[in-house]
C-alpha cells in the first residue's frame, strides 16, 4: 500500500459493511425465491428476475474496496445497489400478491 | 424531485461541489448508508418471511396486508438512504452543519405500531381459538 495506513482502518470497516450488506441481499434474495417458487410459471419468472437482481447486486457490491490503493468512495454504485434492493422488494411485492390468488 | 433522482446517479456533478473531503468522513457516510441499506433489507426480509412463515391471521388478508407493508417500508427505507447520503456528502463538502432528519424517529414509531398490531392479532386469535 502506498498510502500511509489509516489507523482506523477505515477502508478496511468500509470493505466488510459491503460484504455485510451482499450477505444481507443474498439472505433475502434467498427468501424471496422461495416466496416465487411454490408454483406457477408467474412465480417462476418473479424467482427468475430475483436471481438476476440479486447477481446484478453481486457484480455491484463485491469489487467495492478490494482495491489495495487510496480508497473510492461514493459514485454512481450507492444509488444503483439502493435501486436493486427497491427492485427486490417490488418482486417480493408481486410474489405476496400473487399468492393471494 | 425527478432532477435530486438525476442528481444522484451523477458522481461528477457531487464531485463539483465545495472541497473535496478527508477521504475518512467519506468512508464513513458510505458506511452510513450501507446500514441504512441492511436495515431496509431486513424490512424487505422480514415481509418475506412474514408472508410465507405466519400463518393466517384472524383477519382476512391481514397477513399479506403486513407483508406488503413490510416490503414498501423496506424499500422506501433504501431510497431514503440514497437522499440522505447526498445530503451528507455534499454538506461535507461545502463545511456546512450534517442534515437533521425526522425520518429515524418516524420509521422507529412505523416499525413500533406494526409490531403492536401483530401482537393484538396474536392475541386476538390465540383467544379465539378456544
Redesign the interface.
Known amino acids: 500500500m502506498s498510502t500511509p495506513r489509516?489507523p482506523?482502518l477505515?477502508?478496511e470497516?468500509?470493505r466488510l459493511?459491503?460484504r455485510?450488506?451482499l450477505l444481507?441481499?443474498t439472505?433475502?434474495a434467498a427468501?424471496?425465491v422461495?416466496?416465487a417458487s411454490?408454483g406457477g410459471t408467474t412465480g417462476a419468472l418473479i424467482a427468475g428476475l430475483t436471481v438476476l437482481v440479486w447477481g446484478a447486486l453481486l457484480v455491484l457490491c463485491w469489487p467495492r474496496g478490494t482495491g489495495t490503493g487510496?480508497?473510492r468512495?461514493?459514485?454512481?454504485t450507492?444509488?444503483?445497489?439502493?435501486?436493486g434492493?427497491?427492485g427486490?422488494?417490488?418482486l417480493?411485492?408481486l410474489?405476496?400478491?400473487r399468492?393471494?390468488w | 424531485m425527478w432532477e435530486a433522482i438525476r442528481r444522484w446517479f451523477d458522481p461528477a456533478e457531487m464531485r463539483s461541489v465545495g472541497e473535496p473531503p478527508d477521504y475518512r468522513f467519506s468512508l464513513a457516510n458510505e458506511r452510513t448508508f450501507l446500514a441504512w441499506l441492511r436495515t431496509g433489507l431486513a424490512l424487505v426480509g422480514g415481509g418475506l418471511a412474514t408472508a410465507q412463515f405466519l400463518p393466517p391471521l384472524p383477519m382476512s388478508h391481514l397477513r399479506e396486508v403486513l407483508a406488503v407493508a413490510l416490503l414498501l417500508l423496506g424499500g422506501a427505507v433504501a431510497i431514503r438512504a440514497v437522499d440522505h447520503w447526498a445530503r451528507t456528502e455534499r454538506a461535507i463538502r461545502l463545511g456546512q452543519e450534517l442534515p437533521a432528519s425526522r425520518f429515524p424517529a418516524i420509521l422507529a414509531l412505523a416499525v413500533g405500531a406494526g409490531a403492536l398490531l401483530l401482537v393484538v392479532a396474536v392475541l386476538v386469535r390465540a383467544i379465539g381459538g378456544r
Open positions: 489509516d482506523g477505515q477502508p470497516r468500509t459493511a459491503w455485510r450488506t444481507t441481499v439472505v433475502v427468501l424471496a422461495r416466496l411454490t487510496p480508497a468512495t461514493g459514485g454512481r450507492l444509488p444503483l445497489v439502493a435501486s434492493i427497491v427486490l422488494a417490488l417480493g411485492v410474489a405476496v400478491i399468492g393471494l
